[in-house]
């Protein structure tokens, strides 16, 4: 009989990455550029929600802290994300304004990752997105407090249910609910290829320019 008591050898977990050498002549000249190129490629291949994200972050202290979050929007200012500002990532961001985004589009051999200085977004820019979200998901940002101990799932219902309730339509925006932005100072494109011999593309921030960097993997 099988011995289902012991874990699978993960020396034994593998894959060949054999992807299309991403080289220095292939970039974009600036980030944001590239990951435009780079997330409609990741469109097309059907990945599964290609804005998922996660998103790490560090306490004052320097506890670090991970979870995955949707890109709401990117521009030459930045990459958009939405939450609770009383959550621990909200608390983190407002101790330590700093966070790194990590893309990890596996089925076609790339990542992407972003690490940069965070801002919160004008509340009317929040407010506007918090409008267009649906219904269900606008009496959730009031129902969950973020973070914070549940007793029971029940407890969780019945307060989404009381909410509901009071707001039957259109209920407003919560001053500890919006966005924040990630100002990219580096941003980290990673091709995987054979043998573990990965590009590695970096750009950057220096000064007004970027600085694109090969990096060995």
Known sequence: MEDTSRPPSLA????TYEGQPLLEAHLASDPVSQFAAWFGDAVDAGLPEPN???VATASAGGRPTARTV???GYDENGFVFYTN???RKGRDLAEN???CLLFPWHSIRRQVRVEGPVVRLPREESADYFRSRPYGSRIGAWASRQSAVVGSRDELDERYDRLAARWPQDPPVPDFWGGFRVVPAE???WQGRLDRMHDRL???RSGGAWVIERLAP
Do not use: D, Q
């Not at 034994?12 to 894959?15: E, M, Q």
């Open 52 to 54: 998922a994200m996660i």
């Open 85 to 87: 500002y009383e959550s």
């Open 97 to 99: 304004p700093r966070a």
């Open 12 to 15: 034994g977990l593998r894959r």
């Open 187 to 189: 941003v980290e494109f």
């Open 70 to 72: 949707l890109l709401k």
């Open 202 to 204: 970096r750009y950057r």
